[in-house]
C-alpha cells in the first residue's frame, strides 16, 4: 500500500532518492511467512520504513544527497539498519536530505528539492526534509533521520510530524555517515509519539561498533508514552527557556506555542520560567563547533576510496593531488564548500585556541546551564523552530539567515541531551508549529509522556 502511495505521491512531493520496492516486497514476504509459521514477531513488524540517505544501506546506493557519493553502494548495514532488519521492518527506500545533511531546506540536496506536502511552494524543512515530507505525506509510516543541529525536529515542525533526537550516544552511529560526530545522532521521524517511542526503542541500545554508545539498553519510553495518553501531568515540572521566545520568534509561532503551554498546565503540569543565560551563544559556538567536524570528516571524500573521481583535464599533471582537487571541485557543492573552508580555518595552526578552543569552552558553559536548569525542572520547553516552512528561494542564497532559523534546535545537540518535536497545531499561514520537549541525558523516557499528551 504504501508503495502506491510513493508512485501516487512522488511527482509532487520528490521526497525519495531511491525507492527499494524490490527489497520491500521481499522483506514484507518473509515478515508474512514468520507470522504464518507461528513465530514470535517484535513490536513493528511488517510496519515499512523510509530511511535518510545519511545512513548506509548494504546493496542499495547511498549518496547523502552530494553528487561526490553518487553510484557509492554500500558494502555492509549501519547499526540500526541491521535492528530494522532484525525486528522485520521493510526498508522503503533513501529519503532526500542537504548534501551532507548540511542545512535547513533540502534546497542544498544534489538531485532537486523535496517539497512540503502541505503546501508544495514551500521547504519541508532541513536537512531531513525527505524523510519528514515522506511521513507527511503517508508514503511512509516510519522514518530515521539523523540530527546534528535539528535535522530530525525541525522538518518534523515543519511538516506537522513528529521528529526525536535522542541522547547522544543512546542510538548508535556505526553507518551514520559522519557530518560533526560530536553532534550526530539518528532518531525517529513519526506521525505519533507513541510510535517514536516504539522506532527508538527499536533502534536504540549500546553498540560496540559505536566508541561513543552508552553501555546501558534503551529507557523505557513506550510506557511513558502510553502514559501520557491519559494527558495526566500532576507533578510534572515544566521549565519555559525564557531565551527561546518573544524576539526573533514570529507572533504566530509563539501564540500556538503559549496555546500548547496551557494545555500543559490544564492537565496539571506546574510551568516555570528558566534562564539557560549562555544559549545566545550557542549558535555561534555550533557554527565553529560544526563546520570544523565537518572540514575533518569530510576529508574522505578523496576520489580515492568512494563515488566519484574526476581526472584533471589535458594539460594538467595527472598527480593524486590533482585529482582530489577536480573530484572535490565537482563534487561537493556550495554550502558544503562553505564549510569545510570555515572548518579548516578554525582548526588552522595560530586560530585554533580563537575559534574551536573558545567554542568548546562555550559548548561546556552550555552544558552547565542545561544541568543547572534541570535541577529545578524535570522538562524543558520551547518552540521547536521560530518560523514556520518558509517559500523556496527565501533563504537559500542568505546563509545566515538560514542558520539563525536553528537557534532553539542547536543547544540540545551542544548538551548532548535528548529532544522531541511535537506538532501543536497550525499557524495563521496554514502551516504546522512545532513544540520542543528537551529532557535530561539518558533520561529520553521523559520526553515521551508530555509530549503524548499534548499530541
Ligand atoms: N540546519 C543545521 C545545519 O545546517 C542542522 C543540520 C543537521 O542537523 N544535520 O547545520
Known amino acids: 500500500a504504501h508503495l502506491d502511495v510513493i508512485e501516487a505521491a512522488e511527482p509532487s512531493i520528490n521526497a525519495f532518492l531511491q525507492?527499494?520496492?524490490?527489497?520491500?516486497?521481499?522483506?514484507a514476504d518473509a515478515v508474512d511467512a514468520k507470522r504464518a509459521s507461528g513465530e514470535q514477531l517484535a513490536p513493528l513488524a511488517g510496519v515499512?520504513?523510509?530511511?535518510?540517505?545519511?545512513?548506509?544501506?548494504?546493496?542499495?546506493?547511498?549518496?547523502a544527497a552530494s553528487k561526490i557519493l553518487q553510484g557509492w553502494i554500500p558494502p555492509y548495514d549501519a547499526t540500526?539498519?541491521?535492528?530494522?532488519k532484525n525486528a522485520g521492518m521493510p526498508l522503503l527506500g533513501k529519503t532526500n536530505l542537504d548534501e551532507f545533511a548540511q542545512g535547513s531546506s533540502t534546497e542544498h540536496s544534489a538531485y532537486g528539492n523535496t517539497n512540503n506536502p502541505w503546501d508544495t511552494s514551500r521547504v519541508p524543512g532541513g536537512s531531513g526534509g525527505g524523510s519528514a515530507a515522506a511521513v507527511g505525506a503517508f508514503e511512509a509510516p516510519l522514518a530515521l533521520g539523523t540530527d546534528t543541529g535539528g535535522s530530525i525536529r525541525q522538518p518534523g515542525a515543519f511538516t506537522g510530524t513528529v521528529g526525536v533526537k535522542p541522547t547522544y550516544g543512546g542510538v548508535s552511529r556505526f553507518g551514520a555517515i559522519a557530518m560533526?560526530?560530536?553532534l550526530d545522532q539518528i532518531g525517529p521521524v513519526t506521525r505519533t509519539v507513541l510510535d517514536s517511542a516504539l522506532l527508538q526503542e527499536t533502534i536504540g541500545g549500546h553498540d560496540p561498533k559505536d566508541s561513543t554508545s552508552i553501555p546501558s539498553p534503551a529507557p523505557a519510553m513506550v510506557a511513558a508514552a502510553q502514559q501520557g495518553a491519559n494527558r495526566d501531568l500532576k507533578g510534572m515540572k515544566v521549565g519555559l527557556i525564557k531565551e527561546l521566545s518573544g524576539d526573533g520568534f514570529d507572533a504566530?509561532?509563539?501564540?500556538r506555542f503559549d496555546e500548547a503551554v496551557e494545555e500543559l498546565k490544564a492537565m496539571g503540569a506546574e510551568v516555570v520560567e528558566v534562564s539557560l543565560p549562555h544559549l545566545k551563544y550557542a549558535l555561534g559556538a555550533y557554527y565553529i563547533i560544526m563546520p570544523s567536524e565537518v572540514s575533518s570528516n569530510l576529508a574522505r571524500y578523496d576520489g580515492m576510496r568512494y563515488g566519484l573521481r574526476v581526472m584533471p583535464p589535458e594539460g594538467v599533471p595527472a598527480t593524486a593531488a590533482n585529482m582530489m582537487a577536480y573530484t572535490r571541485e565537482a563534487g561537493f557543492g556550495d554550502e558544503v564548500?562553505?564549510?569545510?573552508?570555515?572548518?579548516?580555518?578554525?582548526?588552522?595552526?595560530?586560530?585554533?585556541?580563537?575559534?574551536?578552543?573558545?567554542?568548546?569552552?562555550v559548548r561546556t558553559l552550555i552544558i552547565n546551564d542545561f544541568n543547572k536548569a534541570f535541577e529545578k525542572v524535570d522538562v524543558l520547553v520551547s518552540p521547536t523552530a521560530p518560523s514556520t516552512a518558509f517559500k523556496f528561494g527565501e533563504k537559500s542564497d542568505d546563509p545566515i539567515a538560514m542558520y539563525l532559523g536553528d537557534i532553539a534546535t542547536i543547544p540540545a545537540n551542544l548538551a548532548g541531551v535528548p529532544a522531541i518535536s511535537v506538532p501543536a497545531g497550525l499557524s495563521d499561514?496554514?502551516?504546522?508549529?512545532?513544540?520542543?520537549?528537551?529532557?535530561?541525558?539518558?533520561?529520553?523516557?521523559v520526553l515521551y509522556k508530555p509530549a503524548a499528551a499534548l499530541e
Not at 48 to 63: C, L, N, R, S
Not at 80 to 84: A, F, M, P, Q
Not at 429 to 445: L, R
Open 252 to 255: 504566530g509561532v509563539s501564540k
Open 80 to 84: 540500526v539498519i541491521t535492528k530494522l
Open 429 to 445: 499561514d496554514g502551516m504546522p508549529v512545532g513544540f520542543q520537549f528537551i529532557a535530561p541525558q539518558q533520561h529520553d523516557e
Open 337 to 361: 564548500k562553505r564549510r569545510i573552508i570555515l572548518g579548516t580555518y578554525a582548526l588552522s595552526a595560530g586560530y585554533y585556541d580563537a575559534w574551536y578552543g573558545s567554542a568548546q569552552k
Open 19 to 27: 525507492v527499494s520496492a524490490d527489497i520491500a516486497r521481499e522483506q
Open 180 to 182: 560533526a560526530s560530536s
Open 48 to 63: 515499512p520504513i523510509a530511511i535518510k540517505d545519511m545512513i548506509v544501506t548494504q546493496g542499495i546506493e547511498t549518496t
